[in-house]
């Protein structure tokens, strides 16, 4: 009994080690880039909320306005009740920390990226040194 015991300890024993060895071996899958999570999809903008001083002055309701990212260096704007659309160059800064729009018009809009994850977004709009929009998004 005693032998037949240690024979069933030395095969969990070794089973046990090789699958330590292959979680090694085989990596784990990879998450998705800042880049690709902003560029996957469609952000549905929630609402935008207007700082002075750092007190709230403004609620926009922008949730008419759904925002795509294209891999070449457009987001398209368009809004959903008139099916208008509005094509914006944009760069990103670093691994998604700050992305600058620039409008057909020539304007250009920084934004800070303050939070990027798989469903939500918040972009800070820099009115000036006193006043910035906080934009919200979800998928």
């Known amino acids: 009994m005693k032998t037949k015991t240690l024979i069933m300890l030395a095969i969990l024993f070794v089973t046990s080690m090789n699958l330590e060895s292959c979680k090694k071996q085989c990596p784990a899958p990879e998450e998705p880039s800042r880049r690709e999570?902003?560029?996957?999809g469609t952000w549905h903008a929630t609402?935008?909320?207007?700082y002075q001083d750092g007190n709230l002055v403004t609620t926009n309701d922008i949730s008419q306005y759904d925002w795509q990212f294209m891999d070449n260096g457009k987001m398209l704007s368009y809004n959903t009740q008139n099916n208008s659309g509005?094509?914006?160059?944009?760069v990103i800064t670093g691994d998604v920390e700050?992305?600058?729009?620039?409008?057909?018009n020539g304007d250009v809009y920084p934004?800070?990226?303050?939070?990027?994850?798989?469903?939500?977004?918040?972009?800070e709009?820099?009115?000036s040194a006193n006043a910035k929009y906080i934009y919200y998004f979800e998928r």
Do not use: C, R, S, W
């Open 111 to 123: 934004m800070n990226v303050l939070k990027l994850e798989k469903d939500k977004m918040e972009l």
């Open 37 to 40: 999570i902003l560029l996957n």
């Open 86 to 90: 509005q094509l914006y160059g944009y």
């Open 98 to 104: 700050k992305i600058t729009f620039t409008a057909d």
């Open 47 to 50: 609402v935008a909320e207007g």
């Open 125 to 127: 709009a820099p009115v």
